[in-house]
């Protein structure tokens, strides 16, 4: 099959067309892409792919895109240096490399019949979308779900519509604040972990996904330990340099993790002891 054939290999990229590129914020941009040679690309939500921009290199993505539509690869990219700057600039039409799908997600199975808590920080949304979007597509199959979501100005929140519509019709609590306030913002401002006292969930059975920069995943982690949720029940995507994103370069290693394998996403009873180090 061309799927399996397409998998084979996991160190040669395959080519993917742009199909539409969309601007989310100054900095960030959102890109549906689709397999040139029309097989799809399967992911479960938190995976990553080795995402090329020809000639300049090849960096680790997060798919962001819904995981019921394995057709269509979206990933959302920050513009933080030379390769995500090319990828950012990408247009309609345009080929890039793509390897993967890679790594251990976030398994929001586990959630079943369960309460499902999503907190994230800036461009930390785009890993937890799909795992937002496989519980909506599955909504019955869980008890209460709450998203807490933190960026540092209401210009850089990203999917704001998605928000709305994730709310609309009270299938998912939404929470939102800002680090700073536009004159024109009538919502919450403050850190995110402050939003976990306003969110509705059963500590023993929840499973609460957490994606942002290590020091928010830090204070959130200890806020929600506090409440009661299970180490193991508290999950992190972590983020470290990677090359070949399948284990064999080593340039991930976190202590005895390799992050592309082992992780992106971990529970907080493996990572605790790496959290509580300075180095992190
Ligand atoms: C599993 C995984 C999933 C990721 N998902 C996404 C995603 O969905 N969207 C997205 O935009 N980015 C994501 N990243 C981060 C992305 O890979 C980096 O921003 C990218 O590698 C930077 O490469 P560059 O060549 O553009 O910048 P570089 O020139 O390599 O770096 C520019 C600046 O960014 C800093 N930087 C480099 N890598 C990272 C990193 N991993 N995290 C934070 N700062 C970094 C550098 O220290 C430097 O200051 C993910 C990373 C991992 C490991
Ligand atoms: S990136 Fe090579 S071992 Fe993880």
Redesign the pocket.
């Known amino acids: 099959m061309a799927a399996d054939r397409a998998s084979a290999d996991p160190l040669t990229p395959r080519r993917f067309r742009v199909l539409e590129v969309r601007r989310d914020t100054h900095d960030?941009v959102t890109m549906d892409l689709a397999a040139v040679d029309g097989a799809d690309l399967c992911f479960t939500p938190g995976q990553?792919t080795m995402l090329q921009a020809f000639g300049v290199?090849e960096?680790?993505?997060?798919v962001?895109g819904d995981p019921a539509h394995s057709c269509r690869l979206t990933?959302?990219?920050?513009?933080?240096?030379?390769?995500?700057?090319a990828l950012c600039a990408v247009d309609p039409g345009d080929v890039v490399g793509v390897r993967g799908a890679f790594?251990r997600g976030w398994q929001v199975d586990d959630a079943e019949g369960g309460d499902v808590l999503v907190v994230a920080g800036g461009?930390g949304l785009?890993?937890l979308r799909p795992a937002v979007l496989a519980v909506l597509g599955d909504r019955e199959a869980y008890g209460r779900v709450s998203v807490l979501y933190g960026a540092r100005s209401p210009t850089e929140l990203l999917f704001p519509e998605e928000l709305e519509w994730w709310a609309g019709d009270g299938a998912v609590d939404v929470h939102v604040t800002v680090d700073h306030a536009t004159p024109d913002w009538r919502g919450r401002v403050g850190v995110v972990t402050d939003l976990v006292q306003h969110a509705r969930f059963d500590p023993a059975r929840t499973l609460a996904l957490v994606c942002g920069p290590e020091v928010m995943m830090r204070y959130v982690a200890a806020a929600l330990t506090a409440s009661g949720v299970p180490p193991e029940r508290i999950r992190l995507?972590?983020?470290?340099?990677?090359r070949c994103g399948v284990g064999l370069c080593g340039h991930?290693q976190l202590r005895e993790h390799l992050?592309?394998v082992d992780?992106?996403v971990f529970g907080l009873d493996r990572l605790r002891p790496l959290l509580d180090t300075r180095e992190l």
């Open positions: 960030t990553f290199g960096v680790p993505i997060s962001s990933h959302t990219v920050r513009d933080v240096g030379g390769v995500t700057r790594g461009i785009a890993p995507s972590m983020e470290r340099n990677m991930c992050i592309c992780g992106p």
